[in-house]
């Protein structure tokens, strides 16, 4: 009888990992970003794409914030928007401009949530397009995010 009640407590154990996401620390996170090829992209500094991870969803990929003003919801590491980026199902007029499932965005993997905020960065507001950068990055001396990575 323990088996069986090993695997099933296994499994959910599984599933809650799954679905809770994964929480990076600013130093893997900018590892992987920089294996990702976020590095200087568009000019735009590691310190930077790491600082705008920390304000925006505290290095969870699993973070999703709803906006009741236009009914729609940003996910994951970068919080992507479902009016503009990514198809959630939901979200009135979605243009889904990075033709993604924002349920890709909530993964562990984080290369989805990566091409969509290089395709955000071509677009002409750029890195302008999140509000918690301006706010808590921009202008800011950023060595802190990335200092004693061993980058």
């Known amino acids: ?8 407590t296994l499994g959910l154990l599984l599933l809650s990992i799954t679905i809770q ?14 294996r990702l090829g976020l590095a200087g992209f568009q000019g735009i500094t590691l310190a930077n794409w790491v600082c ?3 304000w925006e969803s505290h290095f969870n990929t699993n973070t999703t914030r709803f906006n009741p003003e236009d009914y729609s ?3 994951g ?11 959630d199902g939901k979200t009135p007029g979605s243009k889904n401009l990075c033709r993604i499932s924002c349920k890709a965005l909530l993964k562990n993997n984080i290369r989805p ?4 905020a290089k395709r955000i960065m071509k677009d002409p507001q750029g890195i302008y397009s999140w509000a918690r950068w ?3 990055c921009e202008n800011k001396n950023l060595k802190e995010y990335i200092q004693g990575c061993d980058l």
């Open 1 to 8: 009888m323990k088996a069986p009640l090993t695997l099933v």
């Open 21 to 34: 996401g994964k929480v990076y620390n600013q130093c893997s996170l900018a590892r992987t970003l920089q």
């Open 52 to 54: 705008l991870a920390k």
């Open 73 to 75: 919801t940003s996910y």
């Open 77 to 87: 590491i970068f919080q992507i928007n479902s009016r503009f980026w990514c198809n």
């Open 113 to 116: 949530a990566v091409l969509c």
């Open 134 to 136: 301006i706010k808590h």
